[in-house]
C-alpha cells in the first residue's frame, strides 16, 4: 500500500483522497482550517463546457471531466450517504442578435463533430415559461453537457465518503509518503514568493442564495450570471470576479448588482427572498488552467491547483490524473497543465 498525504482540503484535495484512497492507497488529509474552509465552500456550482470551438487539451480534458462526473458523483454519494446536489440538467442562454443567432447555430454544428453523441448544443425557441431568460432574439441555446451541483454539500459528500476508508480531515500531521499540496490561494502565494513572476493569485467572487424552487430545471446563464437551481429548493446566483478588495469574505453592492442583473434577465426570481450571501478567494493560475504535476525542486512533493471557476468540473478528471502520477508514476497531465507551465 502506497502512503499519499493531501495538504489542502478543498475540492482538489478531497477528490483526490477519494480515487487514491479506491485504488488502495492509505491517504491522509491535513488542512487546518477543515474541509471546504476556502473558496470550495461556496454555493453556486455550476458545471458548464467552455463552448464547442477552437478546441485545445483544455477543453477536451474539461469534456472528458464533465463526462465522468454523473458516475464520480454517484459513487461518493452512495458510500457515504450524503447528496451532493449533483443533476446533469443543461443550460440555457439567451441570443442577443442575428450575429449571435448565426455564431449559436455555427457552434451546433461544431458541437455534434466535437462532443459527438456525448451531449448537443442546439438553438431552440424560447418556450420554457417563467425558468427562462429574456432573449431578444426569441431563441436561446440549449447545451445538455451542462450539470451543476452544491459546492459545500459536495465537499460534505466527499468527507463523508472518506470516512468508509477510515479518513477524517485533521488539522496537522507529519508527512506520510508523498505530499499533495491542493492548498489554494495560500499554496499560489508560497509559490509566488520562490519566484520572481507571479505563479498565479486569487480571485475574489460573491454570490448569492435565493429562496426559490426550480429543482431540476435547466441552469441559465444571461446578463454574465449564473443562475443554478439547486436540488434543495434554492436557487444561487453568481459571481463577481473581482481582482482588487480589502476583505476577502465580506458580500457589498457588488453583490446586489449580480442579483440585480439576475432579476433582470429572468424576471421569475424577481422578489424571490435572499437568504444567504457567500464571499471566497478562489486560486487563478497564470494559465488559467489547472496547474497539475510535481513540485519542481522538491522530491516527492505535487501541486493540484488553480481551480478557479472550474474546480468542480475539472475535478473528477484531475483526481485521476493526479492518481495515476502520485500511485503508478504515469503522467498523463496534458499540454498548458504542468506546473512549470505557471513558473
Given at each position: 500500500m502506497t502512503d499519499i498525504t493531501i495538504r489542502g482540503a478543498g475540492i482538489f484535495g478531497l477528490s483526490v483522497a477519494w480515487v487514491c484512497c479506491q485504488r488502495g492507497a492509505r491517504v491522509q488529509i491535513v488542512d487546518p482550517h477543515g474541509a471546504a474552509a476556502g473558496s470550495s465552500g461556496g454555493i453556486v456550482g455550476a458545471l458548464a463546457p467552455h463552448v464547442p470551438e477552437n478546441w485545445n487539451p483544455k477543453?477536451?480534458?474539461q469534456l472528458e471531466s464533465l463526462l465522468m462526473a454523473e458516475s464520480f458523483w454517484a459513487e461518493i454519494a452512495n458510500a457515504g450517504v450524503k447528496n451532493p446536489g449533483y443533476a446533469r440538467t443543461g443550460?440555457?442562454?439567451?441570443?442577443?442578435?442575428?450575429?449571435?443567432?448565426?455564431?449559436?447555430?455555427?457552434?451546433?454544428e461544431t458541437a455534434r463533430e466535437l462532443w459527438r453523441d456525448h451531449a448537443t448544443w442546439e438553438v431552440v425557441t424560447a418556450q420554457h415559461g417563467d425558468?427562462?431568460?429574456?432573449?431578444?432574439?426569441?431563441?436561446?441555446?440549449?447545451?445538455?453537457l451542462s450539470a451543476h451541483l452544491h459546492p459545500r454539500q459536495a465537499c460534505e459528500a466527499i468527507v463523508a465518503a472518506l470516512r468508509g476508508f477510515g479518513v477524517e480531515v485533521m488539522p496537522e500531521s507529519t508527512d506520510k509518503g508523498a505530499v499533495l499540496?491542493?492548498?489554494?490561494?495560500?499554496?499560489?502565494?508560497?509559490?509566488?514568493?520562490?519566484h520572481t513572476r507571479s505563479v498565479g493569485n486569487g480571485v475574489k467572487g460573491q454570490a448569492a442564495l435565493l429562496r426559490y424552487d426550480a429543482a431540476g430545471a435547466p441552469q441559465l446563464f444571461a446578463g454574465g450570471v449564473h443562475v443554478i437551481p439547486h436540488l434543495d429548493g434554492t436557487v444561487a446566483i453568481g459571481s463577481t470576479s473581482e481582482r482588487d478588495y480589502d476583505d476577502p469574505k465580506s458580500?457589498?453592492?457588488?453583490?446586489?448588482?449580480?442579483?440585480?442583473?439576475?432579476?433582470?434577465a429572468v424576471p421569475a426570481?424577481?422578489?424571490a427572498p435572499v437568504i444567504a450571501r457567500w464571499a471566497g478567494v478562489r486560486p487563478r493560475a497564470r494559465s488559467r488552467a489547472p496547474m497539475l504535476g510535481a513540485w519542481p525542486d522538491r522530491q516527492g512533493h505535487f501541486i493540484?491547483?488553480?481551480?478557479?471557476?472550474?474546480?468542480?468540473?475539472m475535478a473528477p478528471k484531475v483526481a485521476h490524473v493526479m492518481a495515476d502520477l502520485l500511485l503508478d508514476g504515469s503522467d498523463t497531465i496534458p499540454e498548458g497543465f504542468r506546473v512549470e507551465d505557471n513558473l
Open positions: 477543453k477536451a480534458f443550460r440555457l442562454q439567451p441570443i442577443a442578435d442575428p450575429a449571435a443567432h448565426v455564431l449559436a447555430q455555427r457552434r451546433a425558468w427562462q431568460p429574456n432573449s431578444p432574439d426569441g431563441h436561446l441555446i440549449h447545451d445538455s499540496w491542493a492548498t489554494g490561494v495560500a499554496g499560489l502565494e508560497a509559490l509566488n514568493r520562490d458580500t457589498d453592492t457588488k453583490l446586489d448588482d449580480v442579483i440585480a442583473a439576475a432579476c433582470a426570481l424577481e422578489g493540484a491547483n488553480g481551480g478557479f471557476k472550474i474546480g468542480f468540473g
